[in-house]
């Protein structure tokens, strides 16, 4: 990796393209600087409309311009580029996608571009209309053969009372993918994702006993939305089927908000059909009341509470390994077991017939809620990755690794 000359930080140039939301660029240049990252900020002409190079400059500690004649003599649109750790272009106007795709080289971030030698993020920022244009299409996927990362943008407002598909992703969220990129190293440019449906779902799911109350689980979500993450960061297309979380969406990810576990087998079933990989991340509930109070259960004295009788959930994970038609080529399950981890993991691999199987050992501050997690994933053909205590997002990415292993996907 590229080290900043006299400071050993990675280098980043942000790339801000000339719309409303290049205001949350600064957001994400806070992120990059705080983290221990030497930034060269290089915003369109455009761009400086909207937010001016002194406000870059202030904070970034360096110079910001758009023009390659500034300092001509230190030749700045080559240098930067060559110096690169990585390329983040936020917000990607439909404008700068274009220039990209077709090799322009009018200002200093184009310049840039075809220079850079490191991975390339974009995250797009457009009214709708323009996102879902042809060219505007076209102009992605030319960039995605080419290895670059482009993030799908978020839906929501847009400018004036506009709503719809376009917007720009979290700033935290995009940097997040960023740091999974970078982590990638030289594999970074692979992209072996790109073109692949991925679904994933995440959370934990919770079943009614009343209009108060609900049977639930301790699980926060956190590694099925890592795993949502590294997808991205490796040019898939990702739908996360998300049960009670309280996480921030992540950038590029469709997502599909869920309750209860018939919500969820819907969600993940619908979002299946035509998907590459299904990872059944969530935490599920097995059983369900039998009745559901239409008030609430209310103590009583002298009163013991009448017991609650329970039945089985459809097993989701089960049922999609079964289907032949309409099967996904790959489909992956977790475990959370607490004692005979490896041997339970076994057990299940072949009672719910998935391809790969992540095995965790729960409790004792492992797993649910927690930053890091450790896991063994499993294959059918006797195979075992031995994933050691780290970032979730580690984690993530061996799942992928083992993904992209599966005779099924090559």
């Given at each position: 990796?590229?080290?900043?000359?006299?400071?050993?930080r990675?280098?980043?140039?942000?790339?801000v393209g000339?719309?409303?939301?290049?205001?949350?660029?600064?957001?994400?240049?806070?992120?990059?600087?705080?983290?221990?990252?030497?930034?060269?900020?290089?915003?369109t002409?455009?761009?400086?409309?909207?937010?001016?190079?002194?406000?870059?400059?202030?904070?970034?500690?360096?110079?910001?311009?758009?023009?390659?004649?500034?300092d001509a003599?230190?030749?700045?649109?080559?240098?930067?580029?060559?110096?690169?750790?990585?390329?983040?272009?936020?917000?990607a106007?439909?404008?700068?996608?274009?220039?990209?795709?077709?090799?322009?080289?009018?200002?200093?971030?184009?310049?840039t571009?075809?220079t850079?030698?490191?991975?390339?993020?974009?995250?797009?920022a457009?009214?709708?209309?323009?996102?879902?244009?042809?060219?505007?299409?076209?102009?992605?996927?030319?960039?995605?053969?080419?290895?670059?990362v482009?993030?799908?943008p978020?839906?929501?407002?847009?400018?004036?009372?506009?709503?719809?598909?376009?917007r720009?992703?979290?700033?935290?969220?995009?940097?997040?993918?960023?740091?999974?990129?970078?982590?990638?190293?030289e594999?970074?440019?692979e992209?072996?994702?790109?073109?692949?449906?991925?679904?994933i779902?995440?959370?934990?799911?919770?079943?009614?006993?009343?209009?108060?109350?609900?049977?639930?689980?301790?699980?926060s979500?956190k590694?099925?939305?890592?795993?949502?993450?590294t997808?991205v960061?490796?040019?898939?297309?990702v739908?996360?089927?998300?049960a009670?979380?309280?996480?921030?969406?992540?950038?590029?990810?469709?997502?599909?908000?869920?309750?209860?576990?018939?919500?969820?087998?819907?969600?993940?079933?619908?979002?299946?059909?035509g998907?590459d990989?299904?990872?059944?991340?969530?935490?599920?509930?097995d059983?369900?009341?039998?009745?559901?109070?239409?008030?609430?259960?209310?103590?009583?004295?002298?009163?013991?509470?009448?017991?609650i009788?329970?039945?089985?959930?459809?097993?989701?994970?089960?049922?999609?390994a079964?289907?032949?038609?309409?099967?996904?080529?790959?489909?992956?399950?977790?475990?959370a077991?607490?004692?005979?981890?490896?041997?339970?993991?076994?057990?299940?691999?072949?009672?719910?017939?998935?391809?790969?199987?992540?095995?965790?050992?729960?409790?004792g501050?492992?797993?649910?809620?927690?930053?890091?997690?450790?896991?063994?994933?499993?294959?059918?053909?006797?195979?075992?990755?031995?994933?050691?205590?780290?970032?979730?997002?580690?984690?993530?990415?061996?799942?992928?690794?083992a993904v992209?292993?599966?005779?099924?996907?090559?």
């Open positions: 990796m590229t080290r900043s000359p006299g400071t050993g990675p280098e980043i140039v942000l790339g000339g719309g409303i939301a290049a205001y949350k660029a600064c957001e994400l240049l806070r992120r990059f600087t705080e983290s221990g990252h030497a930034v060269t900020v290089a915003p002409a455009s761009a400086l409309q909207f937010v001016g190079e002194a406000t870059w400059a202030a904070l970034s500690g360096r110079r910001a311009s758009h023009t390659v004649w500034q003599h230190e030749v700045p649109h080559v240098r930067i580029g060559q110096h690169a750790d990585l390329v983040v272009v936020a917000p106007t439909a404008d700068v996608l274009a220039r990209a795709a077709h090799g322009r080289a009018d200002d200093l971030l184009t310049n571009l075809l850079a030698r490191c991975p390339v993020v974009f995250a797009p457009m009214h709708t209309e323009m996102w879902e244009h042809p060219a505007t299409r076209d102009n992605v996927a030319l960039l995605r053969s080419r290895g670059a482009v993030i799908e978020a839906s929501g407002r847009l400018t004036g009372t506009d709503t719809g598909k376009g720009l992703p979290d700033p935290a969220e995009i940097f997040a993918v960023c740091r999974r990129v970078l982590a990638r190293g594999r970074a440019g992209q072996d994702l790109a073109g692949r449906h991925v679904v779902s995440a959370g934990g799911t919770r079943e009614p006993l009343d209009p108060v109350r609900f049977l639930g689980n301790h699980s979500g590694q099925g939305y890592a795993l949502a993450r997808a960061a490796r040019g898939a297309r739908t996360l089927v998300a009670n979380t309280a996480l921030p969406d992540p950038a590029g990810a469709t997502v599909v908000p869920v309750s209860t576990t018939g919500e969820l087998s819907r969600a993940v079933t619908e979002a299946a059909a998907a990989v299904v990872v059944m991340a969530a935490a599920v509930a059983f369900r009341p039998v009745h559901v109070a239409t008030g609430k259960i209310k103590k009583r004295d002298g009163v013991e509470p009448e017991p009788a329970l039945e089985r959930n459809p097993d989701i994970l089960a049922g999609l079964a289907r032949r038609e309409d099967r996904p080529p790959v489909v992956v399950g977790f475990a077991e607490t004692d005979d981890v490896l041997a339970s993991g076994r057990a299940k691999l072949a009672r719910k017939g998935c391809d790969l199987l992540v095995v965790n050992e729960v409790g501050g492992r797993a649910f809620g927690t930053e890091d997690n450790e896991a063994v994933v499993l294959d059918t053909r006797g195979g075992e990755r031995h994933v050691p205590r780290g970032p979730k997002e580690d984690l993530a990415d061996a799942v992928w690794d992209v292993a599966e005779p099924a996907l090559s």
